[in-house]
């Protein structure tokens, strides 16, 4: 079966450091990876989503970037934290089945920056 | 871009209570998903339910995508049920959008 992991689970940085959260999917083969970001406990906004290795679409201009060097590697990184980054983070994975295309969320990071 | 508004925001039940979630979409979209939310920030698939009608359990759904709005019914409400239930739409190629959420609390 299929399963999905990001680490950390939790993480407090100061403003301006840098960030590195990883995601990994086990079970399947070429998945759609998502970054989302939540705030205050509501409305997920999509940051990245990833088609194949080394393909990123970013959906808002922010202070992060993501990277994808492996088929089942998501990495979403910035140089320099601010403030409002501070939220919860999704990595998501989605494939097409004839069922139609269901996506899957890994536990989350919570991010605080202080 | 597709807005997608889900009602009520805030919820409070009785243990043993029915109700009826609401989700509307401004917008054809190719599939609709719900989710919940626990309190520890787990996203779980409920449904994948671009139109029709599903059942799972205590839970069910219905979509009526020429009208643009999705329900979520929940019958039986036990406290595990506390939580936010988002509804998501897929726009473009397979990009969900998020509603705006009802948190739900069921007091025993």
């Known amino acids: 079966s299929q399963t999905i992991h990001q680490w950390p689970a939790t993480l407090v940085q100061p403003v301006g450091s840098p960030l590195s959260l990883e995601c990994t999917v086990e079970?399947?083969?070429?998945?759609?990876l998502y970054w989302y970001r939540q705030a205050a406990g509501r409305g997920l906004q999509l940051l990245f989503y990833?088609?194949?290795?080394?393909?990123i679409s970013s959906e808002v201009p922010q202070n992060l970037s993501a990277s994808r060097p492996q088929d089942r590697q998501f990495i979403l990184s910035s140089k320099k934290l601010l403030l409002s980054d501070s939220g919860f983070y999704l990595c998501a994975w989605s494939v097409q089945t004839s069922s139609g295309n269901t996506i899957y969320f890994g536990e989350g990071s919570w991010l605080t920056v202080v | 871009g597709i807005q997608v508004e889900q009602s009520p925001p805030d919820l409070i039940l009785q243990e043993g209570a029915n109700s009826t979630l609401r989700c509307n979409f401004s917008d054809s979209v190719n599939n609709l998903q719900w989710f919940h939310q626990n309190p520890w920030g787990q996203l779980i698939n409920l449904f994948y339910i671009p139109s029709g009608t599903k059942q799972n359990g205590r839970l069910s759904a219905t979509t009526v995508a020429t009208e643009r709005y999705s329900l979520l019914y929940i019958s039986s409400s036990q406290t595990t049920d506390s939580g936010v239930y988002f509804c998501a739409v897929e726009r473009g190629f397979q990009k969900l959008v998020f509603g705006t959420g009802t948190r739900l609390l069921v007091s025993p």
């Open positions: 990833s088609v194949g290795i080394g393909q």
């Open positions: 079970g399947t083969s070429n998945p759609n």
